[in-house]
């Protein structure tokens, strides 16, 4: 009986290997053939991309007229920030694209 036992638990404990070894292969095949169509692009590409962006991100100037505020009367009687949000991507989403742009030699589509 014991070693009927000890034989099922063995086959389960395998049987729970595959299916995680089987789960970690098709995470990693859906991760391809979601890749499939994209564009390839090298690591020096993506480096010069990144280093774009940290540069506009770091020299570009946030000014007050760019956020909408809201204020709320805490329950010290302090006034108290409670929600912030940016109004103005467009001018910081241009100045991204054009630091990455000068970049690289853009090709037209065909």
């Known amino acids: 009986m014991s070693e009927n036992k000890e034989l ?3 086959t389960v404990k395998g ?3 595959k299916i995680q070894q089987l789960n970690v292969d098709l995470k990693s095949k859906q991760q391809e053939l979601e890749d499939v169509n994209k564009p390839e692009i090298t690591a020096v590409q993506m480096d ?3 280093d774009a962006v940290n540069t506009v991100l770091e020299r570009f100037e946030f000014d007050c007229g760019m956020f909408e ?3 709320n009367l805490g329950y010290d009687n302090k006034l ?3 929600d912030l949000t940016f109004t103005d991507a467009y001018d910081l ?3 991204i ?3 990455i742009t000068n970049q690289f030699k853009v090709l037209k589509d065909d």
């Open 80 to 82: 108290e920030l409670s």
């Open 48 to 50: 010069a991309i990144n």
């Open 97 to 99: 694209m054009r630091n």
């Open 93 to 95: 989403e241009e100045s």
């Open 15 to 17: 049987l729970q290997e």
């Open 8 to 10: 099922l638990e063995a």
């Open 69 to 71: 505020y809201e204020f």
